[in-house]
């Protein structure tokens, strides 16, 4: 239903309200005649308040900043940290593992920024085998 609402919010509210043609949302639209005329102005009415409004315009500016998006689609995270877990046969995979995995599409990293922060990583790793690098026990799995 969320993901419903959603749509009907970008592709029918927005683009009448950016074209000022706010007549066009009196009526159900004809792709959808199932949904209740009185439920779909009560619909129409609730995303045109300034509340919402301002809210929808700091989530749109608050998403525009994100640089690394995970790519599990419909499995989500918890898919992705069972596949992790099969991959290295371990019954806790480390995060960091999990984060890999989840922004990573046809065994690639997709944007430079992921692929810095997995060189980060690496870079860390490695310097843990090493001894280098002393991480504090807080129950935190370290093993790759």
Request: aromatic share 4%; charged share 35%.
């Given at each position: 239903?969320?993901?419903f609402k ?22 159900v ?13 009560k619909f ?7 509340e919402?409004?301002?809210?929808s ?7 525009s900043?994100?640089?690394s998006?995970h790519?599990?689609g419909?499995?989500?995270m ?8 099969k991959d ?12 890999i ?18 060189e ?6 490695e ?18």
């Amino acid at each position: 239903m969320k993901d419903f609402k959603n749509r009907m919010t970008k592709d029918i509210i927005m683009p009448a309200l950016k074209e000022n043609d706010l007549g066009r949302l009196a009526q159900v639209p004809e792709k959808h005649p199932e949904i209740d005329a009185a439920d779909w102005c009560k619909f129409v009415e609730s995303r045109l308040t300034p509340e919402f409004l301002e809210l929808s315009k700091v989530q749109r500016e608050r998403s525009s900043k994100i640089q690394s998006r995970h790519r599990s689609g419909r499995s989500g995270m918890v898919n992705v940290r069972e596949a992790v877990k099969k991959d290295l046969e371990v019954a806790d995979p480390p995060r960091h593992r999990v984060w890999i995995k989840s922004r990573t599409k046809s065994r690639k990293l997709v944007t430079d920024y992921d692929k810095e922060i997995a060189e980060k990583i690496a870079q860390l790793e490695e310097k843990l085998s090493q001894g280098q690098l002393q991480v504090p026990d807080q129950g935190i799995s370290t093993a790759s």
